[in-house]
Structure formats: structure tokens, C-alpha cells
């Protein structure tokens, strides 16, 4: 904006409400002028947009234009049809309320376009979903297939729209657009017949004939040359280079294929259409009577199969007609002027209707099914004031429309505002403007307005003609100072205003209607004759255009001027309960060129759009002004005071806000019940404000709800923790409880099997008993004796005594036998011999449990040790054992140190090389010891014997010795444990005695009896 206002010596301002002069219209063309000649084509006016058709294409309507414009505040960027579309678009959507979009200005200056252009925006730009994007389609393509029937070429716009359309798109709350309606005004029907120089009929015709199918048009009877039909060739223009039809064709067959269009729906369409050409077609000639005949019945018939009527009926219907006599019928003929007048009017007719039907079955195409409340922006495009050399009744009827549109703007503006200002009691320097209500009166105020005076003269009995029509307004508002006639005027208007003429005041300017046509347009009437034919016809669009109904009811039916008067007041009805946007359209020359600027011209448009007027009132006025209520109820969030709830009253409220906010004194006023806001920039900045603000507040809301929610989530959840805590604990509970249970009954069990464990087997010691076994025979395993010798043994309860005694046994046994196997050959001959030792020896003689450790040799002297000689004595006999030995001699005593070898034969005392004595086996007679712990031992031979008696011998193997020698006598008996002396045999008939004693030490000595006395240790074992 600000780079706008810069700029401005070269591009003008942007709005013109920053012009200085703003009271003068130089300037203010001088602006317009500026901006045009830089492309600018749009300027506001406040919140009015400007906008000058600059018959080029400009690169201003791309999507990256459309997304630059969305959303953003109304005067931050340049002015933009965009902006408008975009400003209503938000109002409605955060208001909730019903906006229009009035676009007006005269034909060509691109009202028909701007409102393309804001259809596109919001296709482009709105929130769209998969489901809706067919709602939208249907609406943009609407445009095509209406503007190909009520759009034609004339010499001002090629493409200029001979109809009024205001198009209601619906949104819903989510701002999608979802569905849609349009009204049509009062369509150019007389151009279907007839076309002024340089002009078209509507583009459909040629449209078909260029791009229709070969099929199709041979269905329908026609030719590809326009020039061929009288209702295209008139304006001798049929071919024009910027229109391209074949291609606007395919167009059209496209959208009606998205609008919901059958091939039926098009058969009948296209069926009527080509009708209409071959009625236009319809050559009549003069009989001699001068009724009027149909020589070439060659159209009839084909209109007759296209129309489905009978072609008699028709051919009849257009040279007859029905009169009504009392009860009777009469036909009679016409004359050629009245048939060509019959063919025109049904031409006309079946087009216009055609038409409103055309415009239903797309409304009933866009009607949304959702019933949902909806709000809606309207468009209403509708043709501008006109002023032509000749103006007829449609002129009349448009410029009256204009005349009651601008009743509208300066209602709703100029008047309104100011009437506001002083009610709120604003301090406001009134503004003259021109009301044009006396004007909209003069046309159309019940029996005295010019459309009543002309519907009293079509119903009038009587000859009544254009010129009595003329007459009777003379007569009636003669005296009215926005009207005149040449008989009226004076001498200087006299001359401009011919016979026929009677001209208007208009607020934009005089205009001089012929009323050549008058009564005929306004009657707009159809033989009944016709109206027969047509209502039987099998064609299904016409069938639902022409009904019964209409030939049954015998009132007439209002007149055309009537009907639009009507279908207006509703239109103006519609438009007060909604919100406006202004967009007037300017046209900066005659000659469709663009960079032209047509001073003259443009002066024109700006004085009859009451542009200056509206500057005025804006240049003085606010920009905005609301309620305090709503005013405060939109803003409170924005200050402390006021946000969640302000209690006192509203104004205060708004006052402590805007104080809050900043403002300044110059920037607002406060009326008795409104705010009033001057500059835009104000409120645009306490919109940002809010915008920024509600962000916050949602993220607030947001973040409540959130934690409202979360709350609620872990209520639920800790309430379904403590739920199951308590499940599980009494799941716990009851598993102990069941489980102390089963204890005390065991326990109990187990006390009274205790008790009762030595009685017979009963059920109440059965378990325990099989339990103390089991446990017993559990526990054993890990008390079993390791070893042979090992005799501990557990304990067994009295029940288990005997089953314990044998397991020990077997025990034993085991360890037994596993010992047995673990013994070698070598020690099993060692224990056989220990076992020899200990059934000699055991319990008999001191030392023995000592000597049960010491394990025997095979041998105490080596083979070595062993003298050679004596080895070679005795060579033959093989030595089992030898030990040292100390010999007592039998006679001294003396001991002497001797070697005792045994050989399985015989034992030998050997002294070095020499064997001292031989024992034989056979002739040893036994053997004895003491009980003591000596080691004597003395071998008893039989006294028969050479021997040289017995040999008493010390050896420190004593046990060792003698079971070696039992074994090897193999006489276990021998062995003989003496206690205190024993005899032995010194030579044949001579014994000695040795006495055994004990003593502190050992001992051995020849007593002073001779005898040998040993003394051991007594140790106790
Ligand atoms: N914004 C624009 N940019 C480029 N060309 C434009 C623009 N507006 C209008 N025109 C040109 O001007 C022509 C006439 O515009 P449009 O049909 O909108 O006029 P209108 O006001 O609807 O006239 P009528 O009352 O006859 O229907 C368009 O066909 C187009 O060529
Ligand atoms: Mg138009």
C-alpha cells in the first residue's frame, strides 16, 4: 500500500479516496486515465471497485495471482477483482452471513467477465473436497452453456449477454462451495428473429452449425452455412473472426456432459434449436384472398418431426387463427403479415422458454441435496444502462432495472449511510445526491407508472395502438418533470424527440424511447392456435415449456413489462438481506480496442454510475462501523478487560478496547449505539490483532481440551488400574487364603498321622506314612555310606526299621561288591592273606589291629640281596617270601642277623652263602608266639628230625611272616599264641623255655634261669 501511495504521480492513486480534488471529475478521470494507461485497470472507491475493460489480456488472473490475493486484508494489496471476491468470501465465512456482488456498467465493459473471474477464484482458492469438486465443475461450466443461448454478438461485445443473471453460489461451513442457483431476467427474445446490422443471433445457432457432428446435423435437417438461414443471415455478420464457434462448441458439448444433460435431453435441445432455424426458413406468399399460404411445406415438415406435432396442425396453426365466438370456434385465415408474425412469435417463444427451461434443469443440477444451513455470495451480472439512437421497450426495461438498481446502491450507501451518521449522532456535513426514486416511481408505480398505463392500454377494449399509448401517457405523467414528449417539450427539446417518442430523465442521462412495439412486446403474444400445437407436442422439453394448464386458465397472463417489474421487486428483495460488494464496470471506448481512453465516454459511465457521489460520501465517511455488541462480542479477546466476559455495558466495553488498542482520537467516533472505525488500516490492524489472538486462544482451547481429555484418559485408566489392583489382589488373597488352607490341612493331617503313625495302617496315617517313607528314602540318598568301612547309618523311623535293615544290607552289599571289583589280583592275594593273619592272630595277640594297616609284601628281601650261593642251592625250588630275621641261638641266646626264605617246599635260615637250617614242610611241626607285642616266633620242628631243633626267631614282620609260612604249609592250624612261656625243642631231648613278659620297655635277655625273657611295651589297642 504504501508502495502504492509513492508511486502515485505515475499510476495514480489506488484509491480514490486518497485524491486530493476529490471533488472533481477531472481529476478523477485523470486518475482513471493514469492507471489505465499502465494496465491498472481496477481502483477502489473505498470498498467499491473500479474496473476498466482493458480489451486485453493482462496476465493478472493466474492462480499465483489468485493465491496472493487470498486471505490477505482487503487494502494490502492492489486493488483486484480478487481482493472483492476474497474480502466477501471471509465476511461471510466468519460472519455467517449472506453476501452479493452487484456488478454493473454498461454492455462491454466486462461485468460478464469480472464475475467469470470471481467464479474462478473461488474454484481455485476455496477448501474443496473429492465429493464436492463436481459441485464446483458444474457451476464454472454453467457459464459456457448460458452464455451460448443468451449470448450473442452485437456492436458493442462480441459476446454480450442478452439476459440478466444473478447466481447464487452456496458454501458451506466449511466455506466449500457446494451447490449453486441462477435466476435469468428478461432474455433478448426479438433478437431470435431479428438482428441489426453488424449483429448475431445467439451464439448457439452457429455454434451448432460449425461444430455439431455430421450425424447430428443430418438429424436435424441442417446445412453448415448460416448464411442459409433468414434468422442468422440478417446482421450479415454470421462469420465473425473473433469468435471461434467450433471450438466454443466443443466447449459447450462438454459442460453439458458434466450438468447431468441425457443424449436425450440435447436430441429435444438441439431438436427446438434447429426448429427455430427452420421456422426462420418459412417462406409465406399471398393468396388471392390475401390470406397468407406455405407453398413449400418443406420446413414444416421437418419442424414437425423435430417438435413432434402433426405438420397440418402446424401449417395451420401458422396461417389460421382460432376465434373465440361465444361458444363456438372459428378459424379463420391470416394475412401474410400476421403469419409472419405468428412464425416470429413462435420462434420467440419456444426460444425464450426453452431458455427458463435450460436455466431450471442447470439449477436443478447444481441444486445441493444437503439441507444444511448454507451461506451464499450472489453475483448478479446484469446488463448496464443503454442508450441507443433508437431505443425500444427492451432499452426501457433495462434501463429501468438500472434505474432500480441504483435505488439499491444509494439506499444501502449514500442515503443509509448518512441517515446512520446522524441517527448515531456523528457530527456529518450532509451530501447532495440525486435519488432516483422519483424516476424508479415514474416507470413503476401501481395505476401511475408508465408500466401500468401500458398494461391498461394492452388489455383495454377497443383499437389500441403504440401512438394511444402515447397518448394515455401523456396524459397520465405528463406533468412528471422526468418526462417528456414532443408534445410536452418546448420549442428547443421539440425538434430531438420524434412523433412516436416519448423520453426519460434518466439519473444517468436522457433517454428517448420509440414506442414503435410497445404494446405488441409487452403483450408478447402467441396465437392460442399455436399454443394448441405446441402444448401436443411430443417433444419432452417443450411438453414441460408449453402446458395444458396455460390453454385452460383464461386469465391473461401478465405482461411482460409486469412480470419483469416483478421478477426485479423480488430480485431486490433477495439483494437487501444481503451484505454488498460493489464492482463497477467501466468501458474506455466504442471500438473494443484496448490503450484507448475515451474521455467523453468515460465522463459518462462515471456520472451515471454516481461514482463522484459515492466519493463524496466515502471521502467523509468511516469505513466501517459495527454495533458495539457485535463490535465487542468480535474483539473482546484483544483486551484483558474485556476478554472472557465484559459485564458492564457494551459501549464502555468498546471504548475500554479501543483504548486498550491503541487508537487514535482521529481514527474512530463513537454514536449512540455503534462504533464508527474511518480508515480501513485501522481495522485491518485489529483484525490482524485477532487473528494473532485467536491462534493463541486456540492453542488455549486447544491445550484445556487436551488436558481435559488427557484428565479423563488417566482417570479412566487409574480407575481400571485400581480395578484390577483389587482383582488381582483378591485373586492373590484368595489363592493364599486357599493355599493356608490346603497348609492347615496338611499340617493337621500330618500331626494326626504323627500321632497316629504307629497304629495300623489307616486313613489317617496313610499319607503321613507314605510321606515319612518317601521322605526317608529321599533323604537316605544323601546320607548313604560312602565306604566299606564307613558304617554310619540314618536313622530310620520305627515304621521303616526292618525296610532299613535290608536297604542297609543291600547298601553293604553294594559297597562290598563295588569294592570287591575295585581290588587286584595282587590285593585280593594281600586280603586273603590278612584274612589268614586275622584268623590266626585276631583277638589273640597285642598288635594285630595295628598291623591290619600295614599291608604285606610279596617279599622282604630283593633276589639280589640273596646270597648267589645259596640262590644256586636252592635253584630248584622257587622263593615265595623272604624277610630278615634275627636268630636266637638255642643254646646262648645270642641273636645273630639272618635271612628267612621260604620256598614252597621248605623254609631256610640263611647266614650269608650259608643255610643254617632247612625246615622241611612236612617236618614243621607248628609254630608259635606269644600274646604279646614281640615279634618272636619260633617254628617247631619234629624232634625225628635231623634238624637241629627249633628256630626261635625275631622278626619285625612277625604277622607277615607267619601267615606267609601258614599259607605256604597250608596248615592253618599250626600256628600256636602262647601266653606268659612257651617250650621249645634246642636238640632231641633237650627244650628251652621262653618267657613272655611286659615291661616299661622292650627287652630281650637271657634270665638268670637260662631262659629267654621278652619284654614288650603293653600299648593299649
Ligand atoms: N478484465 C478483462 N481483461 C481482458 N479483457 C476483458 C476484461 N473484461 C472484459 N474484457 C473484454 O471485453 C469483452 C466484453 O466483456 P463482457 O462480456 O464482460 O462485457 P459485459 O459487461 O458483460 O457486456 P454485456 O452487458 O454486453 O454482457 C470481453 O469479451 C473481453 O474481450
Ligand atoms: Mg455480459
Not at 414503435?516 to 414441460?544: A, W
Not at 650269608?912 to 618272636?936: C, F, H, M, P
Not at 637241629?948 to 600256636?976: R, S, W, Y
Request: net charge positive; proline share 4%; hydrophobic share 35%.
Amino acid at each position: 500500500m504504501e508502495g502504492a501511495l509513492t508511486a502515485r504521480d505515475k499510476v495514480g492513486v489506488q484509491d480514490f479516496v486518497l485524491l486530493d480534488a476529490y471533488t472533481s471529475e477531472s481529476a478523477f478521470v485523470d486518475n482513471l486515465r493514469k492507471r489505465f494507461n499502465e494496465n491498472l485497470i481496477y481502483t477502489y472507491i473505498g470498498t467499491l471497485l473500479v474496473s476498466v475493460n482493458p480489451y486485453q489480456e493482462l496476465g493478472i488472473y493466474t492462480v499465483s495471482q489468485m493465491e496472493l490475493y487470498q486471505g490477505v486484508n482487503f487494502f494490502e494489496l492492489p486493488p483486484h477483482v480478487y481482493a472483492i471476491a476474497d474480502n466477501a468470501y471471509r465476511m461471510m465465512c466468519s460472519e455467517l452471513n449472506n453476501h452479493f456482488i452487484l456488478i454493473s456498467g454498461e454492455s462491454g465493459a466486462g461485468k460478464t467477465e469480472a464475475s467469470k473471474k470471481i467464479l474462478q477464484y473461488f474454484a481455485v482458492t476455496c477448501p474443496m473436497t473429492q465429493s464436492l469438486q463436481i459441485a464446483r465443475d458444474r457451476l464454472l461450466l454453467s457459464n459456457p452453456v448460458l452464455e451460448a443461448f443468451g449470448n450473442a454478438r452485437t456492436l458493442r461485445n462480441d459476446n454480450s449477454s442478452r439476459f440478466g443473471k444473478y447466481m447464487d453460489i452456496q458454501f458451506d461451513f466449511q466455506g466449500i462451495p457446494v451447490g449453486g442457483h441462477i435466476i435469468s431476467y428478461l432474455i433478448e427474445k426479438s433478437r431470435v428473429v431479428y438482428q441489426n446490422q453488424g449483429e448475431r443471433n445467439f451464439h448457439i445457432f452457429y455454434q451448432l452449425l460449425a461444430g455439431g457432428e455430421e450425424e447430428r446435423l443430418a438429424f436435424l435437417g441442417l446445412e453448415r452455412d448460416p448464411q442459409l438461414y433468414k434468422y442468422l443471415s440478417q446482421g450479415h455478420c454470421a462469420k465473425e473472426s473473433s469468435i471461434n464457434d467450433k471450438n466454443d462448441w466443443k466447449t459447450v458439448s462438454n459442460a453439458f456432459s458434466v450438468i447431468d444433460f441425457t443424449e436425450a435431453d440435447l436430441e429435444n435441445l438441439f431438436g427446438i434449436i434447429a426448429s427455430v432455424l427452420h421456422l426462420g426458413n418459412i417462406g409465406f406468399e399471398e393468396d388471392d384472398q390475401g390470406c397468407a399460404t406455405i407453398p413449400d411445406t418443406h420446413e414444416i415438415k421437418w419442424i414437425a418431426k423435430l417438435l413432434g406435432v402433426h405438420p397440418a396442425d402446424l401449417l395451420e396453426a401458422l396461417t389460421h387463427r382460432k376465434i373465440e365466438a361465444k361458444t363456438e370456434e372459428v378459424i379463420c385465415p391470416l394475412t401474410l403479415e400476421l403469419s409472419v408474425y405468428a412464425r416470429d412469435a413462435m420462434a420467440k417463444a419456444v426460444y425464450g422458454r426453452t431458455f427458463t427451461w435450460l436455466v431450471n434443469k442447470i439449477n436443478s443440477s447444481l441444486v445441493n441435496k444437503d439441507f444444511t444451513r448454507k451461506t451464499v455470495i450472489g453475483l448478479l451480472d446484469i446488463y448496464g444502462f443503454e442508450v441507443f439512437d433508437k431505443n425500444g421497450f427492451e432499452q426501457f426495461c433495462i434501463n429501468y432495472c438500472n434505474e432500480k438498481l441504483q435505488q439499491l446502491l444509494i439506499e444501502r450507501t449514500l442515503k443509509a449511510e448518512q441517515a446512520e451518521y446522524e441517527m448515531e449522532g456523528i457530527e456529518w456535513e450532509p451530501i447532495k445526491y440525486f435519488n432516483n426514486k422519483i424516476i424508479c416511481d415514474l416507470v413503476e408505480e401501481r395505476h401511475k407508472g408508465i408500466i401500468s398505463i401500458l398494461d391498461e392500454e394492452c388489455i383495454r377494449p377497443g383499437p389500441a395502438t403504440d401512438l394511444s399509448f402515447l397518448e394515455k401517457l401523456e396524459e397520465k405523467v405528463g406533468k412528471h418533470a422526468h418526462f417528456e414528449t414532443r408534445k410536452l417539450a418546448g420549442p428547443k427539446g421539440r425538434k430531438r424527440i420524434g412523433w412516436m417518442e416519448f423520453r426519460l430523465l434518466h439519473y444517468a442521462g436522457e433517454v428517448t424511447y420509440c414506442t414503435k412495439g410497445f404494446l405488441e412486446k409487452n403483450n408478447d403474444l402467441l396465437y392460442r392456435h399455436l399454443k394448441e400445437v405446441l402444448c401436443k407436442s411430443k417433444n419432452v422439453i417443450l411438453r414441460e415449456c408449453f402446458l395444458r394448464a396455460e390453454l385452460e386458465n383464461r386469465r391473461r397472463p401478465p405482461t411482460v413489462g409486469t412480470q419483469f417489474k416483478n421478477s426485479l421487486s423480488s430480485l431486490l428483495e433477495i439483494l437487501i438481506s444481503k451484505e454488498p460488494s460493489y464492482i463497477r464496470c467501466i468501458k474506455p471506448n466504442d471500438r473494443k480496442e484496448p490503450s484507448k481512453f475515451d474521455d467523453f465516454l468515460i465522463r459518462h459511465q462515471i456520472k451515471y454510475l454516481g461514482l463522484m457521489e459515492h466519493l463524496r460520501v466515502r471521502r467523509a465517511g468511516f469505513a466501517y462501523r459495527r454495533k458495539y455488541e457485535h463490535f465487542l462480542q468480535r474483539y473482546k479477546s484483544l483486551c484483558p478487560d474485556t476478554w472472557p466476559h465484559w459485564h458492564g455495558p457494551p459501549a464502555e466495553g468498546v471504548e475500554r478496547l479501543i483504548n486498550y488498542m491503541g487508537y487514535k482520537p482521529e481514527e474512530y467516533k463513537l454514536g449512540k449505539t455503534k462504533i464508527f472505525i474511518r480508515f480501513p488500516r485501522t481495522l485491518f490492524a485489529t483484525e490482524d490483532a485477532l487473528e494473532f489472538c485467536k491462534h493463541q486462544l486456540v492453542a488455549r482451547i486447544q491445550a484445556t481440551y487436551k488436558s481435559c481429555l488427557g484428565r479423563r484418559e488417566y482417570v479412566k485408566k487409574r480407575q481400571a488400574a485400581i480395578k484390577l489392583e483389587a482383582h488381582w489382589r483378591g485373586a492373590l488373597a484368595r489363592k493364599a487364603i486357599q493355599r493356608r488352607k490346603w497348609a492347615v490341612r496338611i499340617i493337621r493331617k500330618f500331626i494326626k498321622g504323627f500321632i497316629s503313625r504307629n497304629k495300623p495302617l489307616c486313613p489317617d496315617n496313610e499319607e503321613f506314612i507314605v510321606f515319612v517313607r518317601k521322605n526317608y528314602i529321599l533323604n537316605l540318598r544323601y546320607h548313604l555310606p560312602k565306604t566299606v568301612l564307613d558304617k554310619s547309618w540314618l536313622r530310620p523311623p520305627g515304621i521303616l526299621e526292618n525296610a532299613s535293615d535290608l536297604l542297609r544290607k543291600m547298601c553293604v552289599r553294594n559297597l562290598v561288591q563295588k569294592y570287591c571289583r575295585g581290588i587286584t589280583a595282587e590285593r585280593k592275594a594281600m586280603m586273603q592273606q590278612k584274612v589268614v593273619t586275622s584268623e590266626i592272630f585276631r583277638g589273640r595277640k597285642d598288635g594285630y589291629t595295628e598291623s591290619l594297616n600295614q599291608p604285606f609284601a610279596n617279599s622282604r628281601i630283593n633276589e639280589g640281596d640273596i646270597n648267589p650261593k645259596v640262590l644256586q642251592l636252592i635253584s630248584h625250588e622257587k622263593i615265595q617270601y623272604g624277610v630278615p630275621v634275627i636268630k636266637y641261638d638255642r643254646k646262648g641266646f645270642k641273636a645273630r642277623q639272618r635271612q628267612l626264605i621260604l620256598t614252597q617246599k621248605a623254609a631256610y635260615v640263611v647266614e650269608l652263602a650259608k643255610i643254617k637250617q632247612k625246615i622241611e614242610y612236612s617236618a614243621l611241626k607248628g609254630v608259635s608266639t606269644s600274646n604279646l607285642r614281640d615279634g618272636i616266633l619260633v617254628i617247631h620242628v619234629s624232634p625225628e628230625d635231623k634238624q637241629k631243633g627249633d628256630a626261635v626267631l625275631q622278626c619285625g614282620h612277625m604277622f607277615e611272616a607267619v601267615t606267609k609260612l601258614v599259607m605256604l604249609v597250608k596248615k592253618e592250624n599250626i600256628v600256636n599264641v602262647v601266653q606268659g612261656s612257651l617250650q621249645f625243642f634246642i636238640s632231641p631231648g633237650k627244650e628251652g623255655t621262653i618267657v613272655f613278659d611286659t615291661g616299661p620297655e622292650e627287652q630281650i635277655y637271657k634270665n638268670k634261669n637260662g631262659q629267654l625273657t621278652v619284654v614288650s611295651v603293653r600299648r593299649k589297642s
